[in-house]
């Protein structure tokens, strides 16, 4: 028996992780597999000896005390709490209650605010194991242009997309862009169409239930906590076989050619909108052709009058990133070499996601380098060389990823 708080701490980081990651894998391949092959009965079998799996309980408390980065001001578990929520949920995760939540608002680019509503720790674990349980299922029908917010796709998939669709090829001058933002849509989601659609036994749908009655909405806030962004992801599946498009979260594209009808697309999504309970208004959906240009995820896409593709950063997106930059170089509470440490990982970010664009003139960075090194060259302790070697840390050069 454990008696000190420091034997707490060492069983915790003996845990044998690697062993609990692969046991957790294999059960969540097999219920990829029985819902590929049609057997529902099974795959619910499975779901339930993932939720029984103790590997899979503690991996889920791990993610929420230890990986996630906190949303909220709760002091995380102790090591002893932390194997004490693992009794509980082995105990009551086929009767779990919620807790209410706790509002967070947090600040977005345009100035205005969403507001983030948590739970608590014990039912953030909670949701983590559910997700272990009904992702894998989920992930075997999913349609293939969905990319956001899925493990193993990030956004230059969809990036690629665009570009096998709209380069000269492909005859993208020709074609039209309808864009859809379904942001607005979360509030309205028929709970009761979303439950139709989960694929999982009668004891997580019931324990889903209650956190809906508590406030958690499917949505794709942020990098999205606990169950939210995949319950929004099961909400919004099968919107892509409409037309040739593409998903990424709340964010969606339809590429649509001379010969198609935008009216009968848009009256195809209002019907698909309105089986789940919701209604799309006029400013959620943009036509515009594609040598007119449109912005999806940070990036700006159009087809020059030559029929070639282009890609670069959006004007938001740069602004967004020129005032982070401005306000480390021009803040005069901290140095030179303090400045580079902080412009490092920002850079190379911001260089790393629009690594597939065309990043001549302005998003070449040169203005920012030099008004940086003005800056830096200003110090007196600092000659030119150390100015130099500083400038080269704080904008790292990234390499294209193949």
Known sequence: MVRHKS???????????KKFHRTLFRLQVRVFKAIR??????????QKLILKSRCARLLAIRQVTQLNPKVD???????????????VLNSQVNQWKHSKLREISIPKTDGTHSILKVGTIKDRAWQYLVKYAIEPAHEAKFHPRSYGFRRGRTAWDAQKFLFQNLNAQAKGIEKRILQLDLEKCFHRINHSTLMEKVIAPMSIKLGLWQSLKTGI????????????????????????????????????????????????????????????????ESNQIKLVSSTEGFDF??????????????????????????????????????????????????????????????????????????????????EKNLNRHQVNDLIKKAFPKVKRQK
């Not at 034997?7 to 992780?17: Q, R």
């Not at 092959?37 to 499975?46: H, K, P, S």
């Open 7 to 17: 034997n707490f701490s060492e069983l915790w980081h003996k845990l044998p992780w």
């Open 37 to 46: 092959a049609g057997d529902n009965r099974r795959a619910r079998n499975l």
């Open 73 to 87: 001001e709760v002091t995380s578990l102790t090591f002893k709490q932390r194997l004490e929520l693992e009794k």
């Open 217 to 280: 909405n499917p949505q794709f806030l942020g990098q999205g906590e606990g169950i939210s962004p995949l319950l929004a992801n099961i909400t919004f599946d099968g919107i892509e076989t409409i037309h040739q498009s593409l998903r990424y979260g709340n964010e969606m594209v339809f590429i649509l050619d001379p010969s198609d009808a935008a009216d009968q697309i848009i009256a195809q999504i209002e019907d698909f909108l309105g089986q789940i309970g919701l209604k799309i």
């Open 297 to 378: 995820l940070g990036w700006h896409f159009r087809v020059q009058s030559n029929g070639k593709f282009r890609s670069i950063p959006s004007a938001d997106n740069f602004k967004t990133f020129r005032k982070k930059v401005k306000a480390i170089v021009n803040c005069s509470n901290y140095g030179a070499s303090e400045k580079a440490k902080k412009l490092a990982p920002l850079i190379k970010g911001w260089r790393q996601y629009h690594q597939f664009c065309n990043l001549d003139g302005k998003f070449s960075l040169w203005h920012m380098n030099q008004r940086a090194w003005k800056v830096f060259n200003k």
